[in-house]
């Protein structure tokens, strides 16, 4: 998807403004890339539809070249097609929170049940397993097998009982022991037919979840969003779990599923280990699919989102190593246009691989980053010396904002470090010092 993309944007190349001449063969290029995707036609059309619309009726953006602008506006809306925010998982105010885990045979189900658990656990919550694909041992035996491995108890009743007294036998055994979350696993069958459904209805009504989600395998393409709404329609679902990302599927499923169906994706299977269960992030899906991999394009693109004369004056500064707060502001708020700290530290080589907690507390950071620099003065913020320099200065900047002087004297070395690897960035190899705080 992202090479045909890169197509779209070369073709701007030059061009002053996006009209509806010149963006008509990019536009073609973009959706040719997400019907090669499998992409349904419909999510195609209406996709490509508002993306022209919105390109041309944006006139100038000084600074900001076309192709650079097109890129921000397919993001956006790949953003906005994929359900925006990250969709949660919801838990039971009282009782276990129990989830029904459904869906055709082989996408993953038995293996997403184990894969949750060791998810849910990781936040604290304990967690039990049910066995209900009666259909084969062999099935009972994996989650056994599974649910040891991520050392969580699995509820068993053998192949001749009911799905349904299986669920409500599981449930009561959850209760007892005063179980989280309850996850419950189902059998699959190759093809929708009335025996499953029927099955998942008579186990939804003796559980009553607080969750209901369909396990797609992504390779389906837009087969997957027809899935979910034949689900959505049959039993009622809250959401969808995307299964085999790893693998080399084209996007269609998460691009469609949401537009198609109504129900947002809410988590994504990455690979065969039990770790590799993560939210579903639209905005870093969309990144992903972008292409836009590296720290350098990174850079490159944060640039290109801020004023043209913003970015020179800020490598100006970089190069004399005058960053300052006020940069320091728009960079990182330029950084939150890009799409989500998730992505960029993401990008950030060295970092591997972030967790959720990771992000929410990077995530935090930037607020209190915020609050702290609000609360200097103009004179402060041009010149991050002053602060260095003036521990009462510190002190006030701490009160004003509500943290702690750590937190601020943090922040002043913090920009002193960020002038230091700007300027590595930048390929200027001679680095800033940086001062130590007086006290
Ligand atoms: P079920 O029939 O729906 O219960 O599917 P299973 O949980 O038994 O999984 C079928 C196969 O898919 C197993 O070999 C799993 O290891 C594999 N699998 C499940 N999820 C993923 C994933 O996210 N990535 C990859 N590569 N394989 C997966
Ligand atoms: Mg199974």
Redesign the pocket.
């Known amino acids: 998807l992202s090479s045909g993309l890169e197509a779209a944007w070369t073709k701007l190349k030059g061009e002053e403004v996006l009209t509806k001449e010149n963006i008509a063969e990019p536009m073609r290029d973009i959706r040719r890339a997400l019907l090669e995707a499998d992409v349904s036609l419909p999510v195609v059309r209406r996709f490509v539809q508002t993306v022209s619309d919105q390109a041309v009726g944006m006139g100038v953006i000084r600074g900001v070249k076309p192709d650079q602008q097109l890129v921000k506006i397919v993001h956006d809306e790949l953003v906005k097609l994929m359900g925006g925010e990250v969709s949660e998982l919801q838990f039971s105010k009282s009782g276990p929170t129990v989830i029904l885990l459904a ?11 184990a ?1 949750l658990a060791c998810y849910l656990k990781k936040q604290g919550k304990s967690c039990m397993l049910i066995a209900g ?1 009666v259909y084969r041992p062999a ?1 009972i035996d ?1 989650l056994v097998i599974l649910g040891e491995q991520v050392s969580v108890p699995v509820y068993t009743a053998g192949t001749d009982v009911k799905p349904a007294d299986i669920a409500k036998q599981g449930l009561k055994e959850a209760k007892k022991n005063n179980i989280d979350v309850v996850i419950m ?1 189902t059998a ?1 069958r190759l093809q929708i037919d009335k025996g499953m459904m029927d099955e998942l209805k008579d186990v939804k009504k003796v559980l009553n979840p607080t969750e209901v989600l369909l ?1 797609v395998d992504a390779m389906t393409g837009q087969e997957a969003a027809a899935l979910v709404t034949t689900f959505n329609v049959e039993i009622g679902i809250t959401g969808a779990i995307l ?5 080399d599927s084209r996007g269609g499923a998460a691009l469609s599923v949401k537009e198609v169906s109504g129900k947002p994706i809410k988590l ?5 280990r039990m770790e ?2 993560e939210p579903f992030y639209p905005n870093r899906m969309a990144g992903r699919i972008l292409g836009m991999g590296d720290v350098l394009s990174f850079v490159e693109k944060a640039q290109e989102v801020m004023r043209q004369e913003d970015a020179e004056d800020l490598q100006k500064k970089i190069m004399s190593a005058k960053f300052d707060f006020n940069d320091f502001l728009k960079q990182t708020r330029a950084v939150a246009k890009m799409g989500s700290m998730t992505r960029v530290l993401g990008m950030i080589p060295g970092m591997g691989k972030v967790s959720p907690a990771q992000i929410r507390e990077a995530e935090k950071s930037l607020i209190i980053m915020e609050a702290m620099i609000e609360a200097m003065t103009p004179e402060e913020r041009e010149k991050p010396e002053l602060l260095a320099e003036s521990p009462e200065r510190r002190k006030r900047i701490a009160k004003d904002s509500g943290k702690t002087e750590q937190q601020v004297s943090q922040l002043v070395a913090q920009i002193f470090q960020m002038r230091v690897k700007m300027k590595n960035l930048m390929g200027v190899m001679e680095g800033g010092s940086i001062p130590a705080l007086s006290d």
């Open positions: 869906g055709l045979q082989g996408v993953g189900k038995t293996t997403v049940c894969k694909d099935a994996q696993d699959g396990v299964t085999k990302l790893d693998g994504v299977g990455r690979g065969e590799d269960l």
